[in-house]
């Protein structure tokens, strides 16, 4: 299995620009996580999706910031547009149930907004 | 107030030093909790993880829930240079995880 697959790794772009953010999420999983890192905010759970369905989109920052779940296999955050205090690394994981199920993470899009 | 507060670290310790990782919590709701290694520029993947009061030994990692004191934390026995990363604490309900801001470790050889 190759992992939870987020592309791309690093993202670098201008403020007001559109960014979308990629993810493939491990075949089988139903549940799929977007989360920002950040020094001062640490691991922030953005939305969350089961079943293609978003469930919980509270951590969205605002609504610059949305995402998609079109298949089990393909999810999208689009940032539009984009602000300097977006810059972060973004996490995507997958899990087979809730629970005790644990949360595979991708390796993340470095973005930087200057 | 967060929901999840974790000592913020960062950690030193020699080769073979026993560490002691914790975390704190305010929700009651909380079901699982979980201990997450990340090492740099990498995503965050599961170290160990439990649901009930009690220790939980796998290797030279012991993982100790007391949640009539909403505490929990991670011991890391022998530790070795390659135990060197950021260590998450998380507790999650209802489908959500909620992290802890990390504790990053070295150990020094």
């Known amino acids: 299995d190759a992992g939870v697959i987020q592309s791309p790794r690093h993202e670098v772009t201008e403020m007001g620009q559109e960014v979308t953010l990629r993810c493939k999420p491990i075949s089988g999983h139903d549940y799929l996580f977007w989360y920002r890192q950040t020094m001062m905010r640490g691991l922030e759970l953005l939305i969350y999706?089961?079943?293609?369905?978003?469930?919980?989109d509270s951590g969205m920052p605002e609504d610059r910031f949305s995402a998609k779940m079109p298949n089990a296999s393909f999810s999208t955050l689009k940032i539009q547009p984009s602000e300097p205090r977006d810059s972060a690394v973004y996490f995507c994981?997958?899990?087979?149930?809730?629970?005790?199920?644990?949360?595979?993470f991708g390796n993340g899009t470095r973005l930087t907004v200057t | 107030q967060k929901e999840v507060e974790q000592d913020p670290g960062p950690l030193s310790v020699p080769e073979g030093a026993i560490v002691s990782l914790n975390c704190t919590y305010s929700?009651?709701?909380?079901?699982?909790f979980m201990w997450y290694r990340q090492y740099s520029r990498k995503g965050p993947e599961l170290l160990m993880y439990?649901?009930?009061?009690g220790n939980k030994e796998d290797g030279r990692f012991t993982a100790q829930v007391d949640k009539s004191s909403k505490y929990i934390s991670l011991f890391i026995r022998d530790s070795q240079p390659s135990d060197s990363a950021t260590y998450l604490c998380?507790?999650?309900?209802?489908?959500?995880?909620?992290f802890g801001d990390g504790t990053t470790l070295t150990v020094k050889p």
């Open positions: 994981a997958s899990s087979l149930g809730t629970g005790v199920s644990p949360l595979h």
């Open positions: 999706f089961n079943n293609n369905v978003p469930i919980d």
């Open positions: 998380a507790m999650a309900n209802a489908g959500k995880s909620t």
């Open positions: 439990t649901y009930s009061s």
């Open positions: 929700n009651s709701a909380f079901q699982y």
